[in-house]
């Protein structure tokens, strides 16, 4: 599925933020001319290509294992599931079990993680600044309350 952003295959720690408002912030893959096949370092502190997912109106979200070296073990291997990649759901049994039809089942595979979320929606998008940027300005928006009258 494309959700319109890429995550980098070597970037680990994508960052969840489930509150009122749920994220995933990640860095996204950046086109490079002059990439040898090396592995290449991100650097937290001054790295900007960061991409976000916001899920809407959602009913369950986890982020754990497996990693990408133990995704044969996940339970849709062999299914469609590829590592790095977006997915979503078809007939899952998970959307049957928590009793909300209109929701979707999303499967984010990353380098350390997987982020498994039933969801209205997935929107995705890059964001500005650096990983730690853009988790605090997340972090607000998740948190942020309008005014009572």
Not at 88 to 102: A, D
């Amino acid at each position: 599925m494309d959700l319109g952003v890429e995550w980098d295959t070597g970037a680990p720690m994508p960052v969840l933020i489930a509150a009122e408002r749920t994220f995933v912030a990640f860095y996204r893959s950046l086109p490079d001319p002059l990439w040898d096949g090396t592995p290449k370092m991100r650097y937290p502190l001054i790295d900007e290509g960061i991409g976000v997912i916001e899920f809407t109106n959602v009913t369950a979200i986890q982020m754990g294992g497996p990693n990408d070296e133990g995704m044969h073990s996940h339970w849709l291997w062999g299914s469609g599931l590829e590592q790095y990649r977006a997915h979503l759901v078809e007939n899952s049994t998970r959307i049957e079990e928590s009793e909300r039809s209109s929701c979707l089942h999303y499967v984010l595979t990353f380098h350390d993680e997987t982020v498994e979320c039933l969801a209205g929606s997935a929107i995705g998008r890059a964001a500005k600044g650096t990983l730690s940027h853009a988790v605090s300005v997340l972090g607000s928006l998740s948190t942020r309350r309008e005014p009572q009258d």
